[in-house]
């Protein structure tokens, strides 16, 4: 049984998204059970675009756990990071439905994929986007962890066959395991339906460029 909840806010989504180094905190929640976990403990994201031919730059902050065991030789590209802690940002053309979902997870680990429309992928198992930088930070004790990847403006547009950034919608969403507890499930946007479903681009937030 999967719970809905919110955290009490009367209006904790923005109309829209401004492109900027602020930290957002996911404020939709999912759980499965009956509680959810502390809120100082919501997954972070923000979206940075320091110039206009600069790269985007998107940024997750998260509590590790001990699931996210960093391994020697490990794949840093890996598909279904979403079955574990992990932080989602989603860009997408509502004038031709392409999108862009990226994951950033603290087992040091990343994953990207360009859909056609709603869950029709590119390729089935993702593909690094072209140009990127992933940086990952985790701090002694594993008590925090600070993930980002860097993507050039152009590469996006590219990919989402659009002349510019103007006009696009975005979101942030995550996937987080409490110690001992069961998956909580976060989104920025306020998304539709009883149950976790972040590929929902008609109710993403509209990217504001200022």
Known sequence: MISYAEDGNPNPHPQYFVCGPTWHALTQHWVQGATLGPPDT??????????????LVFRARMIPSAIDQIRTRQREF?????????????????????????????????????????RQPVHPDGHPLPLSRVIHRTAAGATSWEGE????????????????????RTNFSA?????????CYYSLAPLHGPKPNFHQPDFWLPLHIP
Do not use: M
């Open 42 to 55: 919501a997954p972070l994201a923000s979206l940075d675009l320091p110039d206009a031919e600069g790269p």
């Open 78 to 118: 890996v598909s279904g990071l979403w079955k574990r802690n992990v932080v989602e940002w989603f860009l997408g053309n509502p004038r031709n439905g392409r999108y862009i979902e990226v994951h950033l997870a603290p087992s040091h680990q990343w994953w990207a994929c360009t859909f056609l429309a709603v």
């Open 149 to 168: 990847v860097r993507v050039p403006a152009r590469v996006v547009c590219q990919l989402l066959d659009t002349p510019s950034l103007d006009g696009l």
């Open 175 to 183: 996937v987080w395991f409490p110690p001992g507890g069961h998956a």
